[in-house]
């Protein structure tokens, strides 16, 4: 069995700070907010586990009053995330209740490779937010789970917990008897196969995993977790990542991709806003920054079609 712990403060309570503080977004609601810092997590183990040099984006696709909610990880363990609401959100809404009133919600989750080839297109694989007699799932960690079996064929458990303050997961897995397995696709054995749902020492550390509290997972350290869990099983625990590769808040917008998104807009959409409102701006949904295009920016950026002239830093 292999085993993940994370547990996220700075960068959590950074995403929240940064949402909180955006004019056009505002805090997200109670449920929104666990539900987005279990993704979180639930997407830094995954990263931790695939060893994959390329981003990994978790999405949810909602058909109620949560739109979409995505995490985005890239190697090095920066992440940012964000949520689009469009409904009022019960005080006490469950994840169908957010995102899968009339079970069409969906987990999709790509694999977006850094180094990708000519022509090389990202791997995505998608599932339904429901189980195998198709019922609405009310844990997160209940849909990775299944999501993982079916990409993998490896039996896996994970327990999610977020508050205002930390996004935190365990992740248990069980290795593969023989062959390889990861996100991007599987080469496995029978004798793999055969072992999934019975085997029974991965029965026994998911069945003691899974009594987990959520209170506890959210406050204790690393180490009183394991002892309360597993303090009668043989352990090997591995050094936590070094300071320069713990999880952080990144996000990768910039000045020169909005250009690239106005320049698709097409000179005439472009100037259209122009001429209405002065100026084209735009904000980043995951940290909050607004970019903004008078008549003499936009005019540099269709000056030759498809050739972006230097852009200006200036962010407000």
Not at 178 to 203: K, P, R, T
Not at 229 to 254: I, M, N, Q
Request: glycine share 8%; hydrophobic share 40%.
């Amino acid at each position: 069995m292999r085993g993940v712990l994370v547990r996220l403060s700075d960068a959590w309570t950074e995403i929240l700070q940064r949402r909180a503080a955006s004019s056009a977004g505002g805090s997200y609601p109670l449920p929104v907010q666990n539900m987005l810092g279990e993704m979180v997590a639930a997407a830094t183990l995954m990263q931790s586990s695939i060893k994959f040099n390329g981003s990994l984006i978790l999405q949810v696709l909602g058909d109620g009053p949560v739109k979409l909610a995505v995490v985005e990880v890239q190697p090095d363990f920066g992440l940012r995330a964000t949520a689009t609401v469009t409904g009022e959100v019960a005080p006490g809404a469950t994840l169908s209740q957010m995102v899968n009133v009339n079970k069409h919600g969906k987990c999709a989750i790509t694999l977006d490779p850094q180094d990708r080839l000519p022509g090389q297109q990202p791997y995505q694989g998608v599932v339904s937010l429901l189980g195998d007699a198709h019922e609405k799932l009310e844990k997160f960690s209940d849909v990775l789970a299944h999501y993982m079996l079916q990409s993998e064929q490896l039996d896996t458990t994970l327990v999610l917990a977020a508050d205002d303050k930390m996004a935190t997961g365990l992740l248990i897995q069980r290795l593969p008897m023989a062959g390889s397995g990861n996100l991007a696709g599987s080469q496995l054995s029978q004798a793999n196969e055969d072992e999934i749902g019975v085997n029974e020492h991965y029965q026994r550390i998911a069945l003691l995993a899974s009594t987990l509290k959520r209170d506890e997972l959210l406050e204790l350290d690393a180490d009183t977790i394991l002892r309360r869990l597993f303090w009668e099983e043989k352990l090997s625990r591995f050094a936590p990542l070094a300071e320069d590769g713990v999880p952080h808040f990144s996000c990768t917008c910039s000045r020169e991709r909005v250009s690239r998104m106005i320049l698709g807009l097409g000179a005439q959409d472009a100037h259209s806003i122009i001429d209405e409102r002065g100026e084209i701006e735009v904000g980043c949904e995951f940290c909050g920054l607004q970019y903004r295009f008078d008549a003499i920016d936009v005019d540099r950026i269709f000056r030759v079609p498809g050739d972006l002239p230097p852009a200006s830093e200036t962010v407000q």
